[in-house]
C-alpha cells in the first residue's frame, strides 16, 4: 500500500519560512520523481517543483529564488524549504509521486498571514 504523508504546514507572518517534508512508504522512491503541488481557494491544482530521481530540480516562476526542493532517499522523504513566504503563497501543498499512474498525499495546509 503506497503512502504519502506530508507535515510541517502551518500559520506563518509574510516573510517567515516553513520546511514541508513528505514521507513515502509503498514504493521504490529513489527511483521515482517527486513533485510539490498546491491548490489555492477557487483555484486549480499548480505545480510548485520537481526534483528527479538523480537530483535535478525545477521551480514555478512564481518560487524561484525562495523555495529548495530536496529528497533523502535514505529516509524515503522529500523536502520544501519555503522562504520569504507570500499571502499567495496561501494554499493546501501536496506531494505527488512520478510513479505510473502517480499517487498523491492528503496535503497540508500553509497559511501566510499577518
Known amino acids: 500500500q503506497v503512502q504519502l504523508v506530508e507535515s510541517g504546514g502551518g500559520l506563518v507572518q509574510p516573510g517567515g519560512s516553513l520546511r514541508l517534508s513528505c514521507a513515502a512508504s509503498g514504493i521504490m522512491f529513489r527511483i521515482y520523481a517527486m513533485d510539490w503541488y498546491r491548490q489555492a481557494p477557487g483555484k486549480q491544482r499548480e505545480l510548485v517543483s520537481t526534483?528527479?530521481?538523480?537530483?535535478?530540480?525545477n521551480y514555478a516562476e512564481s518560487v524561484k529564488g525562495r523555495f529548495t526542493i530536496s529528497r533523502d532517499n535514505a529516509k524515503n522523504t522529500v523536502y520544501l524549504q519555503m522562504n520569504t513566504l507570500k499571502p499567495e503563497d496561501t494554499a493546501v501543498h501536496y506531494c505527488?509521486?512520478?510513479?505510473?499512474?502517480?499517487?498523491w498525499g492528503q496535503g497540508t495546509q500553509v497559511t501566510v498571514s499577518s
Open positions: 526534483i528527479t530521481s538523480g537530483g535535478s530540480t
Open positions: 505527488h509521486a512520478d510513479t505510473v499512474g502517480g499517487y
